[in-house]
């Protein structure tokens, strides 16, 4: 019997999700591949939320392990950069998208601090970089998810006459460039005005 750990939990539990999907992911089958009884995982998650919490945290350790930010980076790059880096890592697992969506980043603040002090430091005011950053991360999910949902519905067969085929990839590029876009033209319109004037109605 394989010796069991967390981490062999969670691994299994991954390659379980690229085998079935997330509707299908069950603590009884991961038990069976495993080689234990179901009981004995409670030892590690107390619930599948939990588990499924821990798979999402570990589905993201590729983005989690790019490097940060440094003073000598373009912040527009940059920007680019990370969201592209995030929506890859959703795609590496089945349903990606849909298991880190509403999960909590409690263990990634100290980075996204640090993401959001280049982007201070590069000149983006506090709170449109953190909406900006809302913005792009929800894009990216929400992008991500209609993507991995239209590979598991393909059966082969050609779209209905008059349908657009839609390049995911061209349509992501497209929504992330005008996020950009708003939020450079947002900036350069508050550098535009008379000091002490936020831009904001009163």
């Known amino acids: 019997m394989t010796k069991v750990n967390r981490e062999i939990v969670i691994s299994e539990a991954l390659d379980l999700l690229d085998e079935v999907g997330l509707d299908a992911v069950s603590t009884r089958q991961l038990a069976k591949r495993l080689g234990v009884e179901q009981p004995s995982l409670y030892w590690y998650f107390r619930t599948k939320k939990d588990l499924l919490a821990a798979m999402a945290e570990s589905a993201m350790a590729p983005h989690a392990a790019a490097p940060l930010p440094t003073s000598d980076d373009d912040w527009r790059d940059w920007f680019l950069a990370n969201t592209r880096s995030f929506r890859h890592t959703l795609l590496m697992r089945r349903d990606g998208a849909r298991l880190h969506a ?3 980043p409690a263990n990634d603040l100290d980075r996204i601090r640090r993401k959001m002090d280049f ?3 590069s000149g983006v005011p506090e709170r449109d970089a953190q909406m900006a950053m809302l913005a792009a991360s929800r894009f990216t999910v929400g992008s991500a998810l209609e993507e991995q949902a239209d ?4 059966d082969g067969s050609d779209p209905p006459a008059g349908m657009p ?3 995911h990839e061209s349509a992501f590029e497209a929504g ?3 996020i950009l876009d708003g939020l450079v033209h947002r900036i ?3 550098a535009a005005l008379p000091s002490g004037d936020d831009g904001t109605l009163k």
Do not use: K, Q
Not at 151 to 154: F, P, Q, R
């Open 102 to 104: 509403g999960s909590s």
């Open 188 to 190: 350069s319109m508050r």
């Open 165 to 167: 085929v839609i390049d």
């Open 119 to 121: 982007l201070a430091t």
């Open 151 to 154: 590979a598991g519905s393909s």
């Open 176 to 178: 992330l460039t005008l």
